[in-house]
């Protein structure tokens, strides 16, 4: 039926054009003349795609007036506004010791939220501090060496720690050090 009503509404459209140009070629708006291939070939693209779009249209218009929806489905649910809602998370990560706070409590800016763990970062502080130790014990006996000192004196750094027992570990192993190579 789509290929009958196509086939009439071409011939109904060219029969247009063809009285078209016979009567402006009589008035002398403009030059009867055969059409060409490139002109009939836009017009029949057209056509096709008007009466595919008018039966999608229409297919689709239809179908949404007659169908029937069976059923709805209802739950439960809340809106939380989203820029309410704020993520709070450590650069590096941790394990929380003391949490301060709990859900829908208001805070303000500065308030302590909660406390992280400070077992690994005490350990850390103290793998830290027992290198600095070291260090400057080692920049004391190569100072010592290189000005050929008779003996190895304390770092300013470590004379108010001379009693921790990193301290004088240090400090022994770099004397021997000295001892051996002066």
Same mark, same amino acid.
Not at 18 to 29: M, N, P, Q
Not at 97 to 123: I, M, N, S
Not at 147 to 158: C, F, I, R
């Given at each position: 039926?789509?290929?009958?009503?196509?086939?009439?509404? /071409?011939?109904?459209?060219?029969?247009?054009?063809?009285?078209?140009?016979?009567?402006?070629?009589?008035? %002398?708006?403009?030059?009867?003349?055969?059409?060409?291939?490139?002109? #009939?070939?836009?017009?029949? *693209?057209?056509?096709? &795609?008007?009466?595919?779009? !008018?039966?999608?249209?229409? %297919?689709? %218009?239809?179908?949404?007036?007659?169908?029937?929806?069976? !059923?709805?489905?209802? =739950?439960? &649910?809340?809106?939380?506004?989203?820029?309410?809602?704020?993520?709070?998370? +450590?650069?590096?990560?941790?394990?929380?010791? #003391?949490?301060?706070?709990?859900? &829908?409590? *208001?805070?303000?800016?500065?308030?302590?939220?909660?406390?992280?763990?400070?077992?690994?970062?005490? =350990?850390?502080?103290?793998?830290?501090?027992? %290198?600095?130790? #070291?260090? /400057?014990?080692?920049?004391?006996?190569?100072?010592?060496?290189?000005?050929?000192?008779?003996?190895? =004196?304390?770092?300013?750094?470590?004379?108010?720690?001379?009693?921790?027992?990193?301290?004088? #570990?240090?400090?022994?192993?770099?004397?021997?050090?000295?001892?051996?190579? +002066?």
């Amino acid at each position: 039926m789509i290929a009958r009503l196509s086939a009439d509404l /071409y011939r109904l459209v060219g029969a247009i054009s063809a009285r078209t140009r016979t009567i402006a070629a009589a008035v %002398g708006l403009g030059q009867a003349g055969p059409t060409t291939d490139a002109s #009939e070939s836009i017009r029949r *693209h057209i056509l096709v &795609g008007s009466i595919l779009v !008018g039966v999608l249209v229409i %297919g689709l %218009g239809g179908w949404a007036t007659t169908a029937q929806i069976s !059923g709805a489905l209802i =739950a439960q &649910g809340s809106i939380v506004v989203d820029t309410n809602v704020k993520k709070v998370q +450590h650069p590096t990560g941790g394990v929380v010791g #003391e949490l301060f706070v709990r859900d &829908g409590d *208001h805070v303000k800016a500065g308030d302590v939220l909660l406390r992280l763990d400070e077992t690994v970062t005490r =350990a850390n502080l103290a793998i830290v501090n027992k %290198g600095l130790i #070291e260090l /400057y014990a080692r920049k004391a006996r190569l100072a010592a060496e290189r000005d050929g000192a008779d003996a190895m =004196a304390v770092p300013p750094e470590l004379t108010n720690r001379q009693n921790e027992p990193d301290v004088k #570990e240090a400090l022994a192993s770099e004397r021997k050090l000295f001892d051996l190579r +002066h």
